[in-house]
């Protein structure tokens, strides 16, 4: 090989080096300005933003709730189908920017679809209710693994048995537990009373459960039935729970009740409580 040979190659490969080098360094540095995430999360709600794209609020496993913007997301060709549908369970890359709360999403595939819930309108109203739930009493960047877990099984109750019933029992009832907000089941908040086989009453402005004596006007019963029910909840998978007609009246009881714990602890009406009850 001639001496020309080999400077003319040292040099391309010099050039190649420094060319490879910069490109890596101006990769880098846009890395630390906006590090890409990902991980696995479940589209809460979607609200369209401007012409094109999508605000969406999302549970990630490792992230938390966290809300971005989907850019070409109401084109009609766009990148991400049904991705972004209410409970879709997907895999989400996103990029945070450090001046905006909004953080912008890059990509979102399909993990898990939801499809029979989602298009049906009685089902949808049950996710809806989750949706609601999950995006009023979730702080936002706080992971929660229980709750990302709780979420995912309800919706795949909802797809699976084609009911919302059941499933939104065990949510309120889990939600009202994982939050800490869930009163003593076995005597009353006020005099303390056990409550035995006697029905307990509750409403949405206390947190407890009170006696015959003590209920105040207004305030609903929670039979032994349900308070049994919820001890099952406490303890058995819900998938394994067998939702057979003489559970009815006692799983309507406790989510009631759980809804109603729910609301007094945000200290407001949940929106999609009210169609629950036209369906
Ligand atoms: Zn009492």
């Known amino acids: 090989m001639s001496a020309r040979v080999v400077i003319t190659i040292a040099l391309r490969v010099r050039a190649f080096r420094m060319e490879f080098c910069s490109l890596s360094g101006a990769a880098s540095a846009r890395r630390q300005l906006m590090p890409a995430r990902e991980t696995e999360a479940i589209i809460l709600k979607t609200f369209p933003l401007g012409e094109a794209d999508r605000l969406v609020s999302f549970l990630g496993r490792s992230s938390g709730r966290v809300r971005g913007v989907a850019s070409g997301a109401r084109r009609l060709k766009n990148r991400y189908g049904s991705t972004l549908e209410v409970l879709s ?26 499809h029979k819930a989602q298009s049906d309108y009685d089902l949808s109203t049950g996710l809806a209710v989750i949706s609601e739930i999950s995006e009023l009493i979730l702080p936002e960047h706080e992971v929660s693994e229980p709750m990302f877990r709780l979420v995912l099984l309800a919706a795949r109750e909802v ?6 019933n059941l499933a939104l029992s065990y949510f309120a009832f889990w939600t009202v537990r994982l939050g800490g907000w869930l009163p003593r089941f076995d005597r009353c908040v006020s005099c303390g009373s056990p409550f035995e086989s006697k029905p307990a009453f509750y409403d949405g402005h206390q947190a407890g459960l009170f006696c015959e004596n003590c209920r105040r006007s207004g305030m609903k019963p929670l039979h032994i039935e349900a308070r049994n029910l919820a001890e099952r909840f406490a303890g058995e998978r819900l998938d394994r729970i067998e939702y057979e007609k003489s559970l009815q009246p006692s799983a309507k009881e406790l989510r009631e009740a759980g809804l109603a714990w729910i609301e007094h602890h945000i200290e407001r009406r949940l929106m999609t409580r009210e169609l629950l009850e036209t369906t």
């Open 89 to 114: 369970h997907v895999q989400i890359w996103y990029v945070e920017r450090e001046t905006r709360d909004l953080v912008r999403i890059q990509q979102a595939e399909l993990l898990e679809s939801f």
């Open 159 to 164: 797809e699976r048995t084609g009911d919302w």
